[in-house]
């Protein structure tokens, strides 16, 4: 069964870290690019971190650069997310994303991968 599973959102105080997960089964992981996205409440889904599917390429949208830091590790199937200095407009649904296109979905941050995960809520509130 083809699943990607979020975890490790939470609260957390401005100026904060969390670091969250995104654990793939049931597909060829390794083949895979695989993104975080984020949804607040009123708002569009967006693009954040992403990171190709050797974990040679990465790519981070404007509002976390120098904050976040994405990383995989195929042999458990896993890519992380590492946010450090979390400020209140960071509070969204974070969702994981897999496709086989970097360019599609890192670059152009297109919404429609082949996989998503269900989502992981983080709030940034003191």
């Known amino acids: 069964q083809l699943q990607l599973v979020e975890s490790g959102g939470g609260l957390v105080q401005p100026g904060g870290s969390l670091r969250l997960s995104c654990a793939a089964s049931?597909?060829?992981?390794?083949?895979?690019?695989v993104g975080w996205f984020r949804q607040a409440p009123g708002k569009a889904r967006e693009g954040v971190s992403c990171?190709?599917?050797?974990?040679?390429?990465?790519n981070y949208a404007d509002p976390v650069k120098g904050r976040f830091t994405i990383s995989r590790d195929n042999a458990k199937n896993t890519v992380y997310l590492q946010m450090n200095s979390l400020k209140p407009e960071d509070t969204a649904v974070y969702y994981c994303?897999?496709?086989?296109?970097?360019?599609?979905?890192?670059?152009?941050?297109?919404?429609?991968?082949?996989?998503w995960g269900q989502g992981t809520q983080v709030t940034v509130s003191s």
């Open positions: 990171i190709n599917n050797n974990g040679g390429d990465t």
């Open positions: 994303a897999a496709d086989t296109s970097y360019l599609s979905m890192c670059i152009r941050w297109k919404t429609d991968p082949d996989y």
């Open positions: 049931g597909f060829t992981f390794e083949y895979h690019a």
